[in-house]
């Protein structure tokens, strides 16, 4: 019987190597290149204005704090489990 993941055989890691992720950043960054060169040539390439690019860099700023700040209070909430159940805002 044949199995469905014989396109993964004889690799150590059982990974496939197939596909745009399995190959080289190298050549990967040929074909990506290829691609933004005929979106230009054909008309629909998005060129960012410098206000679209200053409202993505405050968003991606943004983002970034809020993630750093959810990470700061789930570790200050997994240092105060292990103190009989209560937690600092129950007095």
Known sequence: ??????????GKSGKSNRGFASM???RQR?????GGRAAHEKGTAHEFT???AREA???G???RSANRA?????????????NNGSSSSEK
């Open 57 to 59: 860099g405050r968003k």
């Open 24 to 26: 080289d950043p190298q």
């Open 70 to 82: 959810k990470a700061a209070q789930q570790a200050n909430q997994g240092g105060q489990s292990g």
């Open 61 to 63: 700023g943004m983002a």
């Open 50 to 52: 410098s206000e679209e």
């Open 1 to 10: 019987m044949a199995s469905s993941n014989e396109g993964n055989q004889g």
């Open 30 to 34: 040929e074909i990506a290149s290829e």
